[in-house]
């Protein structure tokens, strides 16, 4: 890379990073090619980006912005990831694959809302429920309480018809 290539690097990085709302550094040993390919794509489809980063170009990256404590634990191969969408689903997106057993991965650091979070508590985010997930079993507890009522109003009028039905019956028993 010669010195343009190194300064559009991190400006690229630099834009694609200030607007995220999760991001790991992530170290990887012994990784194939196709292990890698895989690991990038799956990646991508549930929009989590993912950069090689040389380390003199990532803590370039990370002077003065919000992730420059990320920095110091640039050593070795990493690789950074980084999402501006929902933190928990890029939680989940990569301990996907740090779970999976012939797949090195260290995962160093990392920033969720704003927060400097270590591999524990990014393992912890990861066990949440996503956004959407959220948003569902809200809408079904903002359904339950009027469903519940109607099936209320359902029932009284049968119980009713039954109990009306019964006490027929038994006049018509005591009248034969």
Do not use: C, H
């Not at 090689?52 to 990532?58: M, P």
């Amino acid at each position: 890379m010669n010195r343009a290539e190194k300064e559009t690097f991190v400006s690229e990085l630099v834009d694609g990073i200030k607007g995220a709302q999760a991001l790991a550094l992530v170290s990887f040993n012994k990784i194939t090619v196709e292990q890698m390919t895989s690991f990038r794509l799956s990646l991508s489809k549930q929009q989590v980006r993912a950069k090689v980063v040389k380390n003199t170009l990532g803590k370039r990256a990370f002077k003065g912005t919000q992730f420059e404590e990320l920095a110091q634990d640039l050593k070795g191969p990493s690789i950074l990831l980084y999402s501006d969408g929902d933190p928990v689903v890029t939680a989940k997106a990569i301990f996907e694959w740090a779970g999976k057993e012939d797949f090195n991965l260290e995962i160093k650091k990392g920033v969720a809302l704003g927060q400097l979070m270590s591999n524990a508590q990014l393992k912890a985010l990861s066990l949440l429920p996503g956004r959407n997930e959220l948003f569902v079993s809200f809408l079904w507890a903002l359904k339950a309480a009027p469903t519940q009522f109607l099936y209320a109003l359902q029932d009284s009028p049968k119980k009713l018809g039954y109990a009306l039905q019964a006490l027929k019956e038994k006049k018509e028993k005591e009248s034969n």
